[in-house]
């Protein structure tokens, strides 16, 4: 909502904005774009008088604005149909989908066009280090597209992503997830199954082959051309060096060798997947090769916070226990030999239901010590790492984690901190007890 926001102002729109909690990155973007903010949701705000209400999918019924708006009979639009009746419309629109490397693949998408001259529009789910802001709208008829499956709005339960319609369409791979909104994976597939139905049949359709439930997805129907990644007939990433460079080979027959800046499997797949879109949008890939070589990163995203005694402490958007293990084995391919203490919070509403709670502790078993914060969970985290032992520990008060780790922790140890929320400036938190006063500035890290 934040990168529509920015979109909207762009063009002209005097943009005004509320929530419950506004934090960086978004809360700093918003303010450098000059769009007001509202703490809360008073129904005060009517006073505003704006000529449409662009309502978000964290808005329900009881909300007091929103009950104005509707008593008052006001106009009003999910996010994602604003984008698409106001933005989308004219664009050749790449939609990344996918339950995890959505925001990654879209940046790394945006800036191998960017890098190629084509001037694209993004609208990404973080903020790439090379643009500084989530969403642009470009200058040209390229849009890149960070395509969620979570539901449009309270007034509308189709997954977001099928207001977009794109014609060049990736599907990185699909798990369980959102079980505030889904039954099963098999609800899950069905709308991707949807989404796929979107696609018209003169564009592309890129997905990972080694991943079954997509399979499943495109049995039930696909209308456009297909084109695979993780098959020697279609897209293959190597292994790397101690470098980082892995060859990128179509049909077994090598493009070039990128040297990544971001470590792991899942991060090399990300790359495949931007490098095939945007060769469908007419980017060779030896161009697209050149410019991940100067990729660097989303905020977020396995971001270095800080260092202090010799300790390094990273920001990781992880929230679901398979971005949990591939976070943890992406930090312990870039730095072999050091010691991993990860910090969990279980802040979605799949994690806090505790769905998959089991399947998180053998992910996050993969760390040397494991400090998990354990307030509002509806189920005993204590028990649930027990079988780790004495490197596990759950807390619910964050500072007493603060302090246990700032205690545990040596010279050379990397510390790897997994929320999708703010975690309580935690990051801060680690780096005073650890001396080091104040985190890296953004454009340093």
């Known amino acids: 909502m934040g990168g529509i926001a920015a979109l909207a102002r762009e063009a002209g729109h005097r943009v005004t904005g509320c929530d419950a909690a506004v934090y960086p990155p ?18 005060g705000q009517l006073d505003l008088a704006p000529d449409l209400w662009v309502v978000g999918n964290v808005v329900t019924r009881g909300n007091p604005l929103m009950e104005a708006i509707l008593d008052r009979r006001e106009r009003f639009q999910s996010g994602p149909q604003w984008l698409s009746e106001q933005v989308l419309r004219s664009k050749w629109v790449l939609a990344v989908a996918g339950t995890h490397g959505k925001t990654t693949t879209s940046a790394m998408l945006a800036w191998i066009l960017d890098r190629a001259g084509c001037a694209p529009g993004f609208l990404i789910g973080g903020v790439p280090a090379g643009f500084g802001v989530s969403a642009r ?5 390229l849009f890149v597209l960070e395509a969620d499956e979570y539901d449009t709005a309270f007034f509308d339960k189709r997954s977001k992503f099928v207001h977009y ?42 997905w990972n082959a080694s991943d079954e439930a997509l399979k499943r997805v495109l049995t039930l129907g696909c209308w456009a051309p ?40 899942h991060n090399r797949l990300n790359a495949l ?19 991940l070589d100067a990729f660097g990163g ?44 990860a910090l ?12 998959l709670k089991e399947e998180l502790a053998r992910s996050l078993g993969a760390a040397d010590r494991v400090y998990l914060h354990s307030a509002g969970l509806g189920w005993d985290a204590t028990a649930l790492l027990r079988p780790l032992g004495a490197r596990a520990r759950a ?23 997994m929320s999708n929320g703010a975690f309580g400036g935690v990051h801060a938190k680690l780096l005073a007890a650890l001396g080091a006063g104040e985190p890296l500035p953004a454009q340093a890290r």
């Open 165 to 206: 319609l794109p014609r060049t369409a990736v599907l990185n791979n699909l798990e369980f997830d959102h079980a505030d909104i889904f039954s099963d994976l098999a609800d899950i597939e069905r709308q991707f199954h949807h989404f796929v139905r979107t696609i018209q049949s003169s564009g592309k359709v890129i």
């Open 137 to 141: 709208l470009g200058s040209s008829d």
């Open 395 to 417: 807390e619910p008060r964050l500072d007493a984690l603060v302090a246990a780790i700032a205690a545990e922790v040596r010279a050379g140890d990397l510390v790897l901190v």
């Open 273 to 291: 997947a931007a490098i095939a879109a945007a060769r469908h949008a007419g980017v060779e890939p030896a161009a697209a090769i050149e410019a």
């Open 298 to 341: 989303v905020r977020r995203r396995m971001e270095l916070r800080g260092r202090a005694r010799g300790v390094a402490v990273y920001d990781d958007f992880a929230h679901h226990p398979s971005a949990v293990r591939a976070s943890i084995a992406g930090l312990r391919e870039r730095a072999r030999g050091a010691r991993i203490l």
């Open 26 to 43: 978004m809360s700093e973007q918003l303010a450098a774009l000059g769009i007001e903010l509202t703490e809360g949701y008073g129904a």
């Open 226 to 265: 297909l084109e695979e990644l993780c098959t020697k007939e279609g897209w293959q990433a190597g292994t790397p060096d101690e470098g980082g460079a892995f060859e990128v080979a179509w049909q077994e027959r090598v493009l070039g060798r990128p040297r990544l800046g971001l470590s792991g499997a």
């Open 344 to 355: 969990f919070e279980p802040r979605s509403n799949t994690m806090k239901s505790g769905v």
